[in-house]
């Protein structure tokens, strides 16, 4: 650990938040990444039970 | 388009009385300020051309969800959009019917509101000036918001975050003007700036607000 | 073959599924040799002491926190006059990204600023500015969760982000102006990047900004496929709906 000094408290609350932040957004978008792929992948198995829509389904994505 | 603007004009007018409900949130502002920051002369003098802008920022905002809404609710706007008049003038004209209820009647009363604010008297012509060469901006780019939301429900609160970010650099030059002819400087520098400011809003934004509007009608 | 092969949103999902962790091991390894070498082995400065420090987040957040919107404002110009789909989902897809960039400047501009000019906050052109952007991105996103079909959602973002831009760029001077008109001769010294700083610091900081670049990346391509699949799953749901 460097000495800080006097300025200690500044400095480390700056990464401290900036990385609490980082880690917010990636968490967030990870999160939401792996939710939506997994409802995806439920909608998908049950579209494809369905032969006559299963043709379609890959059109717009 | 004559047409157009007498009728938005006289809707505006009927609608809960377009001219005072603007005039009377400005006039209660000024009222307001001194209970807020307390009634020494000097303070107020300092902020009055701030407040008086800001307050005609505010007030310009208050009727702005209005100018597209109804229009478009009931279709007229779809009916405008197919009318030989291109959409950039039916814009240009309901920015231009919310300037004459809004714009115009609180550049008018600036001047008496701001006796109440304590506004040295040397400040006034900077101040209407400015408000005169501003406020149209606010209209146009108004407009601009109030096309962007026109086909949601509420979208009276999304709006003001739309719009005031855009509201800044108008309302800069504005209450620089006013706060240098305070100080009795010279004004003609953001006065100028202001003109410019108003000049390219009215020229180019009803082109973005017809774009939005078709966006929205499509 | 052109760059719009891309546009094509199952080729997008298809080319871009080994650069996302490509991008986040890169960015990981950048950031964390960027910082760690920032925070441990550089020596403080003599007049600012150990908030030099602060340089490694505060300069990249906010390159990025701009970067972010221009790259908003490129994508929303495609998607104006191409209408590629995925260009207006990266356009959504940056905006979140952009607000945390631009809140890690504001926030670790205030902590270096407090104790090297005494005080959080200055209206300061530069600081200004960037509240101003922050607003801006509020605006947009606000506007994006505000409408509900999609392709009109788009559209109106997309125009938002272009007025949007002239305007800021129209404050940002604006600014300047006013700053100047009310205190005449008192700059605040902010940190103007590279220029002056020492390699010391010069180095770990460009590793800091190349990590935070990947970062937003790799970001923007993982949150632009969850877009993609998501319009897929509500275009797929939509239809099972129409057909029961």
New interface residues.
Partial sequence: ????????E??L???A??LI??A???A???W??RA??R??AE??A??AT?P??SS???Q?? | MIALVKRDLALAIRAGGGFGLGLAFFLILCVLVPFGVGPEPALLARIAPGILWVGALLAALLSLDRIFQFDYEDGTLEVLATAPLPLEGVALVKALAHWVTTGLPLTLAAAPLGMLLNLPAQAVPALVLGLALGTPALSVIGAFGAALTVGLKRGGLLISLLVLPLYMPTLLYGADAARRGAAGLEASTPLLLLAGISAAAVALMPFVTAAALRMNLR | MSIWKYANPKQFMHSTAWLVPLFSYAAAGFIAVGLIWGFFFTPDDFRQGSTVKIIYLHVPSALMAINAWFMMLVASLIWLIRRHHVSALAARAAAPIGVVMTLIALFTGAVWGEPMWGTWWAWDPRLTSFLILFLFYLGYIALWQAIETQDVAADLTSILCLVGSVFAVLSRYAVNFWNQGLHQGTSVPVATGGRTVDDVFFVPLVISMIGFGLLFVALVLLRTRTEIRHRRLHALLARERAAQ
Avoid: F, H, N
Avoid at chain 1, 1 to 8: H, V
């Fill in positions: 650990m460097p000495d800080l000094g006097k300025y200690a500044a400095v609350s700056a990464y938040v900036s932040l980082i917010a957004i990636v967030l978008s990870v939401r990444s939506i792929k409802q995806l909608v998908e049950r579209v369905t006559a829509r379609e389904k890959t717009d994505a």
